[in-house]
């Protein structure tokens, strides 16, 4: 079947990304910091809830394209721990956005046979936030299709934070007089234990930062930058991310073409390490310029 009857293009400019597309070598795991929505309000003359009114329907038709596309998984980077530092009227606002759109869209999601998932410290969240997410999860939790996970009052030094002290607990509920953390039992105590790494993570706004972000499960992940705002990220723009997402060579830390791979390694050097972010930070210029 061709990516235009699987997605139908709604202009000429999304018919001409999905021609480029190649079915077969999609993201395993999409992640996305979605950042601008109090820009593109303030640049409109309008108060910061109106961009973050506009960055749900962009947040549907990311999660839609992605859907319909069968990328495995998708993380969206919805409220940060540092955000309660945010004026509490706006974070209030936040919240209540959240639960209006479960509300509305679980159905579709679940008719959709999306996965709901959420990471984060969720025990710090508003009582009513804390049951939507749990009948969120529930409700999908025998859906077979895309994996959607919501990092929410997230942040990733706190992830791994919580990691290590679940693995010390381990060891103090066990009486273990001898324990070794390797990478793998690391990855298992994390938030997101049983997803596969992200391979692309898309920043918008053009900001040149991963803002605390799943730190540990995007060390191989490609980065893409784009100076769209949030709100504005529409679906031709994902596309075209996961077009130039194709285009590139992953090499691990080798020296040739390593496609297919899984998403760790832990044979890089350091050398190939600095080269490795000197070829990113030049993706990333490019990005940005584009």
């Not at 109106?50 to 859907?67: D, L, P, Q, S, Y």
Request: charged letters at 30%.
């Amino acid at each position: 079947m061709k990516n235009s009857e699987i997605l139908k293009p709604a202009n000429r400019e999304e018919a001409e990304l999905l021609e480029k597309l190649d079915p077969k070598r999609l993201p395993n795991h999409l992640a996305v910091i979605m950042d601008g929505n109090g820009r593109w309000a303030e640049r409109r003359h309008l108060p910061r809830i109106a961009g973050h009114r506009a960055g749900v329907k962009a947040a549907r038709a990311v999660i839609e394209t992605c859907a319909r596309l069968s990328v495995p998984c998708l993380t969206l980077y919805a409220f940060s721990l540092e955000n309660w530092r945010r004026p509490r009227a706006e974070v209030d606002f936040l919240m209540r956005l959240l639960r209006e759109y479960l509300k509305r869209e679980l159905p579709t999601i679940h008719k959709n046979n999306i996965r709901m998932l959420f990471i984060g410290r969720s025990e710090e969240l508003p009582e009513g936030v804390r049951k939507d997410i749990a009948d969120a999860m529930r409700e999908t939790a025998r859906n077979t299709g895309m994996k959607l996970v919501v990092a929410l009052n997230y942040g990733g030094r706190a992830e791994l934070a919580d990691a290590f002290n679940a693995m010390l607990d381990h060891v103090r509920a066990n009486g273990l007089s001898a324990f070794h953390a390797d990478e793998q039992t690391i990855s298992e105590h994390l938030y997101t234990a049983g997803l596969p790494d992200p391979d692309l993570l898309i920043r918008t706004s053009g900001e040149m930062r991963v803002s605390n972000f799943l730190l540990w499960q995007i060390a191989y992940a490609e980065i893409y930058v784009t100076e769209t705002l949030w709100p504005d990220f529409s679906r031709a723009r994902l596309l075209e991310a996961i077009v130039d997402f194709q285009k590139r060579e992953r090499r691990y830390g080798g020296l040739g073409s390593e496609r297919g791979r899984g998403s760790s390694n832990h044979g890089a050097s350091p050398g190939s390490s600095v080269a490795r972010a000197t070829e990113a930070a030049e993706r990333v210029t490019r990005s940005r310029r584009g």
